[in-house]
């Protein structure tokens, strides 16, 4: 009786899905390869919780219409990429504009940008429909934890998501809300992989488990 009631209770309840979304890209001295570990990791920490993992590699392709769809039937999207000049590879941005854009266009991501003609000044960003939704961001820096956090050092003390902003603000303009975000510092003159991985792991476990 107790298995056929677990089995009924279990059978109630939807599976947590999670869009992992490789923003990675071989360019100049990059190959990707830490973008693809870390994208790996994920997947694997992910299945390993009982969660649905489905995987987007930008820099391969994709359909704006299909990956529209993908965002929508998700739970939560994991986005892994480099920083690059200050940001993230075009490829991303690229997918974001036009990914997005497809979900506007159809009603399904926001229903205009949350003003109304009465008070046009106020609301700005709050049509967003995906409510729902969470996001979080995992990527690698060449540069170390000080200069991001450090007031006198080159990003002011603003910290990784400070530099993310326009980022999590583009995914606020949709309805989603951040998770914790995860950085790997100093891959290039210092790098620790395996010291990356299991700190992921950890992360995910406790932000997803």
């Given at each position: 009786f107790c298995a056929r009631f677990l089995n009924k209770i279990l059978k109630g309840v939807k599976m947590q899905t999670i869009l992992l979304l490789n923003g990675g890209k071989a360019f100049c001295e990059s190959g990707g390869k830490l973008s693809a570990a870390l994208q790996e990791v994920a997947k694997e920490t992910l299945e390993s919780l009982g969660l649905n993992v489905i995987e987007t590699h930008i820099d391969k392709g994709y359909d704006e219409t299909q990956e529209a769809q993908k965002i929508?039937?998700?739970?939560?999207?994991?986005?892994?990429?480099?920083?690059?000049?200050?940001?993230?590879?075009?490829?991303?941005?690229e997918y974001i504009d036009k990914v997005f854009m497809a979900g506007a266009k159809t009603g399904q991501f926001l229903i205009g940008d949350g003003r109304h003609r009465d008070n046009p000044n106020k609301n700005y960003g709050t049509g967003g429909l995906l409510k729902r939704k969470k996001y979080l961001f995992s990527t690698t820096w060449n540069a170390p934890?000080?200069?991001?956090?450090?007031?006198?050092?080159?990003?002011?003390?603003?910290?990784?998501?400070g530099v993310n902003l326009h980022l999590h603000k583009a995914h606020e303009f949709v309805g989603m809300?951040?998770?914790?975000?995860?950085?790997?510092?100093?891959?290039?003159?210092?790098?620790k992989a395996e010291q990356y991985i299991a700190d992921y792991r950890a992360h995910l476990r406790k932000v997803l488990g």
């Open positions: 929508l039937s998700s739970d939560v999207l994991i986005w892994q990429f480099p920083g690059w000049w200050m940001g993230e590879p075009w490829i991303v941005k934890l000080n200069a991001f956090e450090d007031k006198n050092e080159f990003f002011g003390g603003i910290g990784i998501d809300s951040a998770l914790l975000s995860f950085t790997c510092y100093d891959v290039v003159k210092n790098p």
